[in-house]
């Protein structure tokens, strides 16, 4: 009676309180919980929900019209989508009328990610751009065949106010003048691998797009007429040039004098780049919040050590690569207070004493890239471990030295710690796992070559750890079935697991791993124990599998991947080289899986090029990337590599 009475009083909430409710949900499992209690809660959700995104094109109709008050909608995992599919979405009749006009769910739309939709063209695009008057946000990143015409689709969003064309490879100066010019409210644009924009567009967006804030050219050879070009942006607060090859300190010169608002500038990986031309940007802009210049100094020099030292609200500075001295550390922690990232990865010179100045003054470190620093010993995390509490992530890569004592300092004192990677470092061991699992909060941690832990330092992880959600045990040679065992009892909210080479993995284990229902992404290369049976345990307990990795795994017969192609329906990419799969297995597996963008192929041994020539057939139409033998070429059908082709499928042939 009481528990009647309880939800009686539920019930008798009014549309408004429930609404209200709802809003306060913090995470998507929350508001999943919400809309299962009961229809009116379902319904609820329905009417509110500003945010989706879709898995499955086949549900896309249904969910669009259920959900009228959409302010964000990504198509990202929905590769088969094209112009078509596009126009019958928007399309309808009006009410009481014969006249057309646009389907409801446009009328609020603010954000539309279209990321990897390699099927749509200009046509949909341009539908898409005039019937979301509201629209603010795109992404169209790694949509490899857009170009010009696409980018003039998208210029009829005239209130556009970001727009990501990443990896557009055919977008060129013709395609970006469109944008310029049509979308002039534009803040904030992405070019990262536009490889035909040059200095000419470059030029014309910086004229037109005057409220630009933020602006990343990485990987173009645009040269330092660009930079004296965005130099003129007086809003522009963010600045990415990552590997410019052809832009030099003269260019950052123009930067240096320009841009009177910037705050984050990277320069890594720019070879042309060298201390100078970091002296200008950072005398003109003390005001600068992250400097990233790494794997593009050979050293850090005491003249631009000395105006570092005057960015005094710098939170964020990497400087990867360098040469660095003992000296510039009492520089750095004694100025450069607010501190809270610091990227030092296979910095040359780098000592215990260096981390320990550094450390005394950064107190609010939150993040500390120590990867390769292989001078590093446990007086160094020591030190660490006492001065930065807040830490938050730490990355340790390769540094050979650390032991047990080490993790036990930082297990007593960094207790916020969420990330630790400690790939590579051999003197890691269970003991030094214990110390660890004390960091509750712990959300990824990598172990990768750490031969010396076994099952019983993986159960202190999975007893304290509950919150991790990404593991990396890449020929962690100790680890069995009774690691998978402690491991799948506690860290329930495990979404990505590397298991490659652990050879002691059987199928037992592989049954442990099928109660991750979070699990989302699972390597398990060279896994010589495994067979269907473990196969068919992951397929039908982790559902939610998108990418899965079984390169090598010889043993695993016709059972397995029929399981796979009956219950891995989100699969999105998929490595099945050196596998013992037959035509028929291939043919269901590429068949089945409507989700599936991207396949690795190679040897084979059993399959035909019949198999091969009907797999293809059978995903044809949403396949993205496949990976096949250099010999397949002359084999397979013209039909079907013309059919993948015009279907926008990258083939590499190995």
Not at 161 to 169: A, S, Y
Not at 189 to 212: F, P, R
Not at 236 to 248: K, N, Q, W
Not at 353 to 379: E, P
Request: a positive charge; proline letters at 2%.
């Amino acid at each position: 009676m009481a528990l009647f009475r309880s939800n009686k009083n539920i019930f008798s909430l009014t549309e408004d309180l429930l609404v209200r409710v709802r809003e306060k949900l913090a995470t998507e499992s929350d508001r999943k919980s919400f809309r299962l209690v009961c229809r009116e809660f379902h319904r609820i959700d329905l009417l509110t929900r500003k945010h989706l995104r879709v898995l499955r094109i086949e549900f896309l109709p249904s969910l669009l019209q259920k959900h009228p008050q959409l302010q964000s909608l990504d198509l990202s995992a929905c590769p088969r989508i094209d112009d078509r599919v596009v126009s019958f979405l928007l399309t309808r009749v009006g009410p009481g009328s014969n006249s057309p006009g646009w389907a409801n769910w446009t009328r609020g739309l603010k954000c539309l990610v279209l990321s990897r939709t390699t099927g749509l063209r200009f046509t949909g695009l341009e539908m898409l751009a005039r019937a979301c008057p509201c629209l603010k946000s795109v992404d169209v990143s790694y949509c490899c065949g857009f170009g010009d015409r696409e980018a003039a689709a998208l210029s009829c969003a005239v209130g556009l106010r970001e727009l990501k064309m990443d990896k557009c490879l055919h977008l060129s100066d013709v395609g970006l003048a469109k944008i310029a010019v049509g979308c002039l409210k534009l803040e904030k644009l992405s070019l990262k691998w536009c490889m035909d924009i040059t200095d000419l567009g470059v030029d014309l967006l910086c004229k037109k797009c005057l409220d630009l804030k933020y602006l990343d050219v990485s990987y173009l050879k645009v040269t330092n007429e660009s930079l004296h070009s965005i130099a003129s942006l007086l809003k522009l607060e963010v600045l990415g040039l990552v590997a410019c090859p052809l832009i030099d300190d003269a260019g950052l010169q123009f930067i240096g004098h320009g841009c009177p608002l910037l705050r984050v500038i990277d320069v890594s990986r720019c070879e042309g780049v060298s201390s100078s031309g970091l002296i200008s940007v950072v005398r003109g802009h003390s005001n600068l919040l992250e400097l990233n210049a790494g794997y593009c100094l050979s050293e850090l020099s005491t003249t631009l050590l000395h105006w570092i030292k005057n960015l005094k609200h710098l939170e964020m500075i990497r400087i990867d690569g360098a040469r660095i001295s003992e000296s510039s550390f009492p520089v750095i922690s004694t100025n450069c207070k607010s501190l809270i990232e610091i990227g030092l990865s296979k910095c040359v010179g780098l000592t215990n004493m260096g981390i320990m100045r550094l450390v005394s003054g950064c107190i609010n470190l939150r993040v500390l890239n120590l990867t390769c620093c292989h001078s590093i010993t446990d007086a160094a995390i020591s030190a660490i471990a006492d001065s930065c509490r807040n830490l938050v992530c730490l990355k340790l890569e390769s540094c050979h030295m650390i032991t047990e004592k080490g993790l036990c300092q930082l297990g007593s004192s960094c207790l916020l710690l969420e990330e630790i990677d400690l790939t590579d470092c051999c003197g890691v061991n269970d003991k030094g796992l214990e110390y660890l699992s004390r960091c509750s909060q712990l959300l990824c941690l990598k172990l990768g070559l750490c031969t010396n832990i076994s099952g019983k330092g993986l159960s202190y992880i999975g007893s304290n750890c509950t919150k991790i959600h990404e593991l990396d045990l890449y020929r962690c040679s100790g680890i069995g079935d009774d690691g998978l065992e402690a491991l799948s009892r506690g860290c329930k909210k495990l979404a990505k697991l590397n298991l490659s080479y652990c050879k002691e993995v059987s199928d037992r284990g592989l049954g442990y791993i099928g109660h991750l229902e979070e699990l989302s992404d699972l390597e398990m290369r060279g896994l010589f124990k495994i067979t269907g049976v473990g196969l068919e345990a992951v397929a039908a307990g982790c559902k939610r599998l998108a990418d899965l990795d079984l390169k090598h795994c010889d043993k695993v017969d016709d059972s397995g991947y029929w399981a796979l192609a009956y219950y891995s329906r989100n699969l999105r990419q998929i490595n099945l080289s050196y596998c013992g799969i037959s035509d028929i297995a291939l043919c269901m597996v590429m068949g089945n899986l409507t989700r599936l963008q991207e396949a690795k192929l190679v040897h084979l041994g059993n399959v035909t090029v019949e198999g091969f020539e009907l797999a293809l057939r059978a995903c044809c139409i949403r396949i993205k990337k496949v990976k096949l033998l250099a010999p397949l070429r002359l084999l397979l059908s013209s039909e079907i590599l013309e059919t993948l082709h015009a279907r926008g499928c990258i083939i590499r042939w190995d």
